[in-house]
């Protein structure tokens, strides 16, 4: 991918593999393709393989990732827009380019180390946490800690959520384990799986 700038630097739009790989594909589509093909879809297509500047080629730009934002926004934007790249701004103008491999390195990198922190606030982060995942089946769970141990009691809806909840608790700074006593509600008798 590459970002196509104006002459104050600013974002005009990319150029992607797909944008040039276009020129090799055979245009020749069967009278009932071009019947059933979006309109605008096929000048697109048109522009792209016949055009001979880059503002002819180029795809409109993305939702841009700006300088400050965070590991996860840049992660979020890459996935909405569905690319593998996105450029990066600051102060409207593009300052490099982010793509899935830069964001996947980070997650083999050693993470800090989380300072010591007492049994009641891993419990308050687990409780918060707990109260912004809208899937959560049941508000009502209790939450315990004890030497960096987190323990959840409750019932939930199936074990995909328990296992879940577990995922959710381990990866809190500052808890050594987790004692998930969370029960299924397919698992009582009379329930079916």
Known sequence: M???VDARGSLAGLITESDLLIRLISRNRPWWATLLADTQVLVREYRKAMGTT??????????????DASVERAADLLEQQGLRELPVVAAGRVVGVVGRPSLLALLELPQPQAS?????????????????????????????????????????DN??????LGLMAQTIAGCKGVENNLFPRTLLPGRGH
């Not at 880059?54 to 300088?67: F, L, Q």
């Open 2 to 4: 590459l970002p196509v």
């Open 159 to 164: 074990e995909e959520e328990k296992t879940a």
């Open 116 to 156: 010591a922190r007492t049994d009641a606030e891993v419990a308050a982060e687990m409780k918060g946490r707990l109260a912004r995942e809208s899937w959560v089946s049941n508000r009502g769970i209790w939450v315990a800690g004890k030497n960096g141990v987190v323990t959840l009691f409750g019932l939930i």
């Open 54 to 67: 880059v503002g002819e080629v180029m795809a409109p730009p993305p939702v841009p990732v700006p300088a």
